[in-house]
């Protein structure tokens, strides 16, 4: 059998696809599980939900594969005892219950430090600061580690029988040397955490597997230099591809192993992209289609006659690592209707955008071109305030499937199907359609993106007390 397949252990559940050699997508199936909260900022999921669904998804699929490649939701953390059982709910991406253990990393390494070995910062999502939580405050859960996992790595342990992680999702536990593209003896060493506990580190073609922003923007062709990912999910972000190892002495964006080998990657992550769009809409708008509304913002001429707004719906990460502030809509008239809060909406999220490319384009990104994907490129209208304000000719690709993609790809190159990552792209990946700036557009939003970026520290004085 020639079919590749690409499976994405998402949040919300399981999205499995075929491909065939030349990339077409000849099958597709998902299969979801639940998301449990048990107390406010926390996020955690049964592991082997995440192994049913894919074992699910994987027989709905018509044919048996020549590969299989694995992306998935990051930095989670599955621990393990010497059975390889799960010894609690694993703790997820977007829990936010370890505020005090990264303020404990931060100190242990010192800020320059930790950024020069990791690329980033300690962020709450990230795995490290979950395992110091657990020996805080579940000590007896964490004397009995044996193992440590990522999502998707504990689905390939028990579909496939296979202990392993790839570079690209190592990067998010904060315990790889991210230059060295290994495991940091010395982040282990600090932290007082053991290695064994950790499974061996490969490059991603080799183990067919990617974290899914690596995945994603492999699934959409950002292999090197020239072409940007550009998403504009519910969360929304800026991916380029990076030569060497340039983290951002700031940490202002994240700095990680691409799944391509040899390359790194710059990557800016708003929190509430097409999410600001969709709060609009369920708060004024709930049972309007959002053509309706998209059609409305098309009345109004770009900069809205001054109306901006600031989608800090639910803080912001990158460029202000700020959990704290708010969103706001600022010059308000009472001439704005609800077609120009929808198009400030657009254009502030866009602005939002164009913060992660300045700061790429800092470690020295120059691309000509972005691909951009998720929900929110399906507007037209939209594509063209993104494009405009990025200065950017906007690329849409023929597959959507985004880290399945990637995945599929990444189990052809594991195959031999393909001679590596590039050469996939190069076999699969096709534009199907491209918006480009519009140059009137791109002088009003350069102005606007200043009067954005004024912004935010007039918004931190009106930060939620605690």
């Given amino acids: 059998m020639s079919e590749l397949v690409g499976l994405d252990v998402g949040t919300s559940g399981v999205k499995a696809i075929a491909i065939d050699e030349s990339g077409e997508v000849v099958a597709r199936a998902e299969e979801p ?73 931060e100190r242990r390494l010192g800020l320059d430090r930790l950024v020069a070995l990791t690329g980033n910062r300690a962020l709450t999502g990230f795995t490290a600061p979950k395992l110091l939580w657990l020996r805080n405050h579940e000590p007896e859960v964490f004397a009995r580690i044996a193992s440590v996992l990522l999502p998707k790595d504990y689905v390939r342990l028990k579909l496939f029988g296979e202990r392993a992680i790839d570079v690209a999702d190592a990067s998010g536990t904060l315990l790889l040397d991210v230059a060295a593209r290994a495991w940091s003896e010395e982040m282990l060493r600090e932290l007082e955490l053991p290695g064994e506990w950790l499974p061996p580190v490969h490059e991603s073609p080799d183990v067919a597997g990617a974290g899914d922003q690596a995945a994603g923007a492999l699934g959409v062709g950002v292999t090197g230099a020239g072409v940007v990912s550009v998403v504009l999910g519910t969360s929304g972000v800026v991916f380029g591809a990076l030569d060497g190892y340039r983290p951002d002495p700031e940490a202002r964006v994240h700095v990680f192993c691409h799944a391509v080998p ?56 990158t460029p202000h690592a700020d959990p704290t502030v708010r969103g706001a809509f600022l010059g308000l008239s009472a001439r704005h209707d609800r077609g120009a809060l929808v198009r400030a909406v657009l254009e502030g999220v866009a602005y939002g955008l164009r913060d992660s490319l300045e700061l790429l384009r800092e470690l020295g990104v120059r691309p000509e071109a972005g691909r951009i994907s998720g929900g929110g490129a399906r507007s037209e209208l939209w594509r063209r305030i993104v494009a405009s304000t990025l200065g950017l000719p906007l690329e849409l690709t023929a597959v959507e499937e985004g880290a399945a993609y990637g995945a599929a790809l990444l189990a052809g190159c594991r195959a031999g199907t393909f001679a590596g990552p590039q050469a996939a792209v190069d076999r699969c990946v096709r534009v199907r359609g491209r918006t480009d700036p519009d140059p009137a557009w791109s002088a009003v939003y350069d102005e606007g993106y200043a009067r954005f970026r004024d912004a935010y520290p007039s918004l931190i004085r009106f930060s939620p007390p605690g």
């Fill in 33 to 105: 599980y639940p998301l449990s909260m048990p107390q406010p900022g926390w996020a955690e999921q049964d592991p082997d939900d995440w192994v049913r669904a894919a074992e699910t998804a994987l027989a709905r699929l018509p044919a048996e594969p020549a590969a299989v490649g694995l992306s998935g939701q990051m930095h989670g953390l599955v621990a393990l005892d010497r059975g390889d059982v799960p010894l609690r709910p694993a703790i997820l991406w977007n829990d936010q219950r370890t505020a005090l253990e990264c303020a404990e990393i």
């Fill in 262 to 317: 040899g390359t790194w990657h710059a990557m800016g992550v708003m929190l509430s992209a097409a999410g600001s769009l969709q709060w609009l809409h369920d708060a004024v708008a709930a049972d309007v289609p959002y053509e309706t509304l998209f059609a409305e913002a098309e009345q109004w001429a770009p900069g809205c006659e001054g109306l901006i707004f600031a989608p800090y719906l639910n803080g912001e990460r």
